[in-house]
C-alpha cells in the first residue's frame, strides 16, 4: 500500500501514524521523505486494513492499494489450483471438464428424474436444479421449496448424480445439510450475513457473479466465506448488465483467465442465464471452455415450452446430448494440445 502525504504534514504527526500502523498491522513501514511530499510503503499483509480510514487522515493526500484486498482467493498465497472433490469421487479444478446440468426449477418428480437420467447419460457430472427461486415478480413462480429439495433427493437416488442448488436465507441452510453442493445465486453475492454463515460449514459452495459486481468483489464474496473456514468455493461466470438488450446478460468471458490467474479457485460458466436465449448456449459454452473455464453450469429441461421459469434458455435433452458431446471434444482437444 502506498500513502501519500500532504506538505503539512508535521513529524509528530507522520511518527504517529507509522508507529500506529506498526503497531496495529502486520506490516513495515518505509518512508521517503521529499521536498514536496512524503511517501509510505507499507510492506506485509495489508489486507486488513480500511482504506478509508487511511483516506479520512487529514494529512493523507492519497493512497493506493498494490496487493489486493483478498488474500485466502488469491493465488499469490496458493499458487496451486484448489481442486474440490465430493464424497462420492466427482471433482471440480482438477484439469477434467465439470458439466451441472439440470432444469432452472425443479417442478415433478417425473421431471427432475427423467431430466437428470438424460444428463447423466450425457456426460454431466451433477445435477442442478432450482428448489427455492429468487424470481424478478413476486407474482412468479417461487419454487417447490422443501419439497423440490426432496424431489433433488430422489433423482440424486436413481442417478448418483449429486445436487446443486440455491440457499436464498441463512435460516434454510437445516434444509440444505445434505445437499452437496450450495449455490449463492447472482442476487445473493453480497448478502454477507449468508455468505459468512456458510463460511461455517464444510461443504462446496457454487458463488455466482452478481450482474452489476466486479470481479473483486466476486472474489471478496469468496473471500468472506473462506475467512470463515470454509474454502471449497467454486466462482461463476453468469454474465452481468451492460447496455446490449438482445441478451439477457452479456457473457464477461474474459472474466475466466482473469479469475483463474488472480485466483486458485476453479471457476465455471453459466451460458443459460448469460444468453437467455437456448441456441446461444452452445456458442458460449464452447467460448468458456476455450476460456479455460473448468465446468460449465447449463439449464436443461425436458420440454421448455412449459417450464415454469427460463423456458427460453433451456435446452431440451437432445440439444443438451448434443452440446455435451461437442464441449467435451473441444476440452479433450484443447486440454492435451495443454
Ligand atoms: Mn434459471
Request: some cysteine.
Amino acid at each position: 500500500m502506498i500513502i501519500v502525504l500532504k506538505p503539512n504534514c508535521t513529524v509528530e504527526q507522520l511518527n504517529h501514524f507509522t508507529e500506529g500502523l506498526k503497531h496495529d498491522y502486520d506490516v513495515k513501514v518505509n518512508t521517503w521523505v521529499g521536498t514536496q511530499s512524503t511517501v509510505l510503503g507499507l510492506i506485509g499483509d495489508t489486507s486488513a486494513i480500511d482504506i478509508d480510514y487511511i483516506a479520512a487522515q487529514d494529512f493523507v493526500e492519497s493512497v493506493k492499494r498494490v496487493q489486493e484486498p483478498y488474500k485466502k482467493a488469491n493465488r499469490k498465497f496458493h499458487p496451486d489450483n484448489t481442486v474440490i472433490t465430493l464424497p462420492g469421487g466427482q471433482k471440480i479444478g482438477d484439469g477434467s471438464l465439470s458439466i451441472m446440468a439440470g432444469p432452472c426449477s425443479v417442478e415433478t418428480e417425473e421431471q427432475i428424474c427423467e431430466v437428470a437420467a438424460r444428463v447423466k447419460a450425457a456426460g454431466a457430472q451433477f445435477l442442478r436444479g432450482g428448489a427455492f427461486k429468487p424470481r424478478t415478480s413476486p407474482y412468479a413462480f417461487q419454487g417447490l421449496k422443501a419439497d423440490g429439495l426432496e424431489l433433488l433427493r430422489e433423482a440424486r437416488k436413481k442417478t448418483g448424480l449429486p445436487i446443486v442448488t440455491e440457499i436464498m436465507s441463512a435460516a434454510h441452510l437445516p434444509l440444505f445439510e445434505d445437499v452437496d453442493i450450495i449455490q449463492v445465486g447472482a442476487r445473493n453475492m453480497q448478502n454477507f450475513e449468508l455468505l459468512k454463515e456458510l463460511g461455517k460449514i464444510r461443504k462446496p459452495i457454487l458463488l455466482k457473479r452478481g450482474l452489476s459486481s466486479t470481479i473483486e468483489e466476486l472474489l471478496m464474496s469468496a473471500e468472506y466465506i473462506m475467512a470463515g473456514g470454509n474454502d471449497q468455493v467454486i466462482l461463476c461466470e453468469r454474465g452481468i448488465r451492460t447496455y446490449e438488450t438482445y441478451t439477457r446478460n452479456t457473457l464477461d468471458i474474459s472474466a475466466v483467465p482473469i479469475l483463474k490467474r488472480l485466483s486458485h479457485l476453479p471457476v465455471i460458466v453459466d451460458p443459460s442465464h448469460a444468453s437467455g436465449i437456448a441456441w446461444l448456449v452452445e456458442p458460449l459454452a464452447m467460448a468458456a471452455v476455450a476460456a479455460g473455464a473448468d465446468g460449465l453450469i447449463i439449464e436443461v429441461h425436458n420440454n421448455p415450452a412449459k417450464a415454469l421459469s427460463d423456458g427460453a434458455q433451456s435446452l431440451t435433452p437432445d440439444q443438451f446430448d448434443h452440446v455435451a458431446k461437442r464441449v467435451f471434444t473441444a476440452a479433450k482437444l484443447l486440454r492435451t494440445e495443454g
